[in-house]
């Protein structure tokens, strides 16, 4: 309770204006989430990025670049000329996005109006993308989208540290939509897109489902269909839920020896895969398996053992016109045609 007044009571700091909040000299669309931990906030970063490249703009990322080991005010991870930093000196969302996007601005930094400043000044873009920039108050957006987990919107509750929650749900007031993802399970949706929309009627609320599309081996410069890795596999993963990734696998054709999660971001040791491939063997898997992002934080051209990673796309359903509509006024584009 102490935390969430804490956060209250910021947030009513900047609505009053004791606190100051930059306005970009472009447009800003964030990008958040209400509780800690993932809600596919990367798959939807990649739709919007794509979608407003596909429009003409000069695209900017920002993000704090969490557990990244470079230190400095604006980290250019990658710019229109290619990718300048891989992991660990660079975020491993951040390095995925650059690798998904080439030719796109992606900049990390606990200051979002110095990356801001950095993105349009030296790149010369023209409109900001802010990466889990919900509880970043000190910037003004033009859009303000919020993930929720379908099933689980709130979390468990609790506000941190005791539970999963940055805010009390009462700061949803301050978006203007909401997006459930992972929606595939039609009872949980529905019943949250009740509550949301008896609680918060003046926001939309879509859905979004994330859904394999492919098993990217190590490279990168090819892919194979869900249904061509036929060998056994053992799987690992270093993201927030991992049971998720888990139960993504076990609904794919697929030979799963065993599962070995790490925590959030974690950054793996050389001994740490020397283990995995130990296990792995011992397993009688020939192959080991990951999420992309996980994939990123790792050599793969010099792993003596084969690796897959399992790239996840998402898909906007209920809602997605207003959304489209939404991003058509900001650009400046007649939504009728």
Same mark, same amino acid.
């Given at each position: 309770?102490?935390?969430?007044?804490?956060?209250?009571?910021?947030?009513?700091c900047y609505r009053t204006q004791l606190l100051t909040t930059y306005h970009a000299p472009c447009?800003?669309?964030?990008?958040?989430?209400?509780?800690?931990?993932?809600?596919?906030?990367?798959?939807?970063?990649?739709?919007?990025?794509?979608?407003?490249?596909?429009?003409?703009?000069?695209?900017?990322?920002?993000?704090?670049?969490?557990?990244?080991?470079?230190?400095?005010?604006?980290?250019?991870?990658?710019?229109?000329?290619?990718?300048? /930093? !891989?992991? %660990?000196?660079? =975020?491993?969302? *951040?390095?995925?996005?650059?690798?998904?996007?080439?030719? @796109?601005?992606?900049?990390?930094?606990?200051?979002?109006?110095?990356?801001?400043?950095?993105?349009?000044?030296?790149?010369?873009?023209?409109?900001?993308?802010?990466?889990?920039?919900?509880?970043?108050?000190?910037?003004?957006?033009?859009?303000?989208?919020?993930?929720?987990?379908?099933?689980?919107?709130?979390?468990?509750?609790?506000?941190?540290?005791?539970?999963?929650?940055?805010?009390?749900?009462?700061?949803?007031k301050r978006c203007d939509a909401l997006i459930l993802t992972r929606a595939d399970d039609p009872?949980?949706?529905?019943?949250?897109?009740?509550?949301?929309?008896?609680?918060?009627?003046?926001?939309?609320?879509?859905?979004?489902?994330?859904?394999?599309?492919?098993?990217?081996?190590?490279?990168?410069?090819?892919?194979?269909?869900?249904?061509? /890795? !036929?060998? %056994?596999?053992? =799987?690992?993963? *270093?993201?927030?839920?991992?049971?998720?990734?888990?139960? @993504?696998?076990?609904?794919?054709?697929?030979?799963?020896?065993?599962?070995?999660?790490?925590?959030?971001?974690?950054?793996?040791?050389?001994?740490?895969?020397?283990?995995?491939?130990?296990?792995?063997?011992?397993?009688?898997?020939?192959?080991?398996?990951?999420?992309?992002?996980?994939?990123?934080?790792?050599?793969?051209k010099s792993l003596p053992y084969p690796l897959f990673a399992l790239r996840v796309e998402m898909?906007?359903?209920?809602?997605?016109?207003?959304?489209?509509?939404?991003?058509?006024?900001?650009?400046?584009?007649?939504?009728?045609?």
């Amino acid at each position: 309770m102490l935390y969430g007044a804490i956060q209250a009571l910021r947030a009513q700091c900047y609505r009053t204006q004791l606190l100051t909040t930059y306005h970009a000299p472009c447009p800003v669309i964030s990008v958040g989430n209400l509780t800690t931990g993932g809600t596919g906030k990367t798959p939807m970063v990649l739709w919007l990025v794509r979608s407003l490249q596909q429009a003409g703009r000069r695209v900017a990322v920002v993000s704090r670049g969490y557990r990244q080991q470079a230190k400095t005010l604006v980290t250019v991870v990658a710019d229109p000329n290619g990718i300048r /930093l !891989t992991p %660990p000196w660079a =975020a491993d969302e *951040a390095f995925l996005l650059a690798r998904a996007l080439p030719g @796109t601005t992606i900049l990390t930094g606990r200051d979002r109006p110095a990356l801001i400043r950095h993105a349009v000044e030296r790149f010369q873009c023209d409109l900001i993308l802010m990466d889990d920039g919900f509880q970043r108050l000190d910037v003004h957006r033009e859009l303000n989208l919020v993930l929720l987990d379908a099933q689980r919107p709130f979390g468990n509750g609790r506000l941190l540290p005791g539970g999963l929650l940055r805010e009390f749900p009462s700061a949803l007031k301050r978006c203007d939509a909401l997006i459930l993802t992972r929606a595939d399970d039609p009872h949980a949706t529905r019943t949250t897109q009740k509550i949301l929309q008896n609680r918060f009627p003046d926001k939309p609320v879509m859905t979004a489902i994330h859904r394999p599309t492919a098993w990217i081996p190590l490279s990168h410069d090819t892919q194979l269909p869900l249904d061509g /890795l !036929t060998k %056994p596999v053992l =799987a690992f993963c *270093a993201i927030a839920t991992p049971e998720r990734f888990l139960h @993504t696998l076990q609904t794919q054709p697929l030979h799963l020896t065993g599962f070995h999660p790490f925590p959030d971001h974690h950054f793996f040791s050389t001994d740490e895969i020397t283990q995995l491939i130990a296990q792995a063997r011992a397993s009688g898997a020939e192959a080991l398996v990951c999420t992309e992002k996980d994939a990123v934080k790792l050599n793969t051209k010099s792993l003596p053992y084969p690796l897959f990673a399992l790239r996840v796309e998402m898909t906007l359903q209920d809602n997605a016109e207003w959304l489209e509509n939404r991003i058509r006024v900001l650009l400046g584009v007649d939504s009728s045609g």
